[in-house]
Nanobody, 123 residues
Framework: QVQLVESGGGLVQAGGSLRLSCAAS????????MGWFRRAPGKEREFVAAISWTDSSSLYADSVKGRFFISRDNAKNTVYLQMNSLKPEDTAVYYC????????????????WGQGTQVTVSS
C-alpha cells in the first residue's frame, strides 16, 4: 500500500505561484509513475500532469503546459507540482496519484490517491 498526502495548497492571486507537494509513505515511489489531477466545483476530475518512474518523461494537460512543472525526488519519496502564472480557472482541489511504472493521463489507471489540497486563485 502507498499512502499519499498532498500539501502546499492555498489562496493566491492571479499571476502568482504555488508549489504542491505529495509525500508518500508505506512504500518507495521509485517504481511508480506519479500524476496530478484536479477537480473544480461542478466539474469532472481532470488530468494535470504526470511523470514517469524514471523521471525521464512527463505529460501535461494543454491548459497548464508551460505554466506547471512536475518533478520528483525519489530520495525524499515526494513529488512536486510547481504552478506558475496561476489563473482563476486553476481553482480546484488537486490530487496526486500513483501507478506502476508508466505515466498516464487516465485517472482510472492510478492505484493510489491522496486526499487532495485546495488551490484557490483570486482574480
Amino acid at each position: 500500500q502507498v499512502q499519499l498526502v498532498e500539501s502546499g495548497g492555498g489562496l493566491v492571486q492571479a499571476g502568482g505561484s504555488l508549489r504542491l507537494s505529495c509525500a508518500a509513505s508505506g512504500r518507495t515511489l521509485s517504481n511508480y509513475a506519479m500524476g496530478w489531477f484536479r477537480r473544480a466545483p461542478g466539474k469532472e476530475r481532470e488530468f494535470v500532469a504526470a511523470i514517469s518512474w524514471t523521471d525521464s518523461s512527463s505529460l501535461y494537460a494543454d491548459s497548464v503546459k508551460g505554466r506547471f512543472f512536475i518533478s520528483r525526488d525519489n530520495a525524499k519519496n515526494t513529488v512536486y507540482l510547481q504552478m506558475n502564472s496561476l489563473k482563476p480557472e486553476d481553482t480546484a482541489v488537486y490530487y496526486c496519484a500513483a501507478k506502476w511504472l508508466i505515466e498516464s493521463r487516465r485517472p482510472y489507471e492510478y492505484d493510489y490517491w491522496g486526499q487532495g489540497t485546495q488551490v484557490t486563485v483570486s482574480s
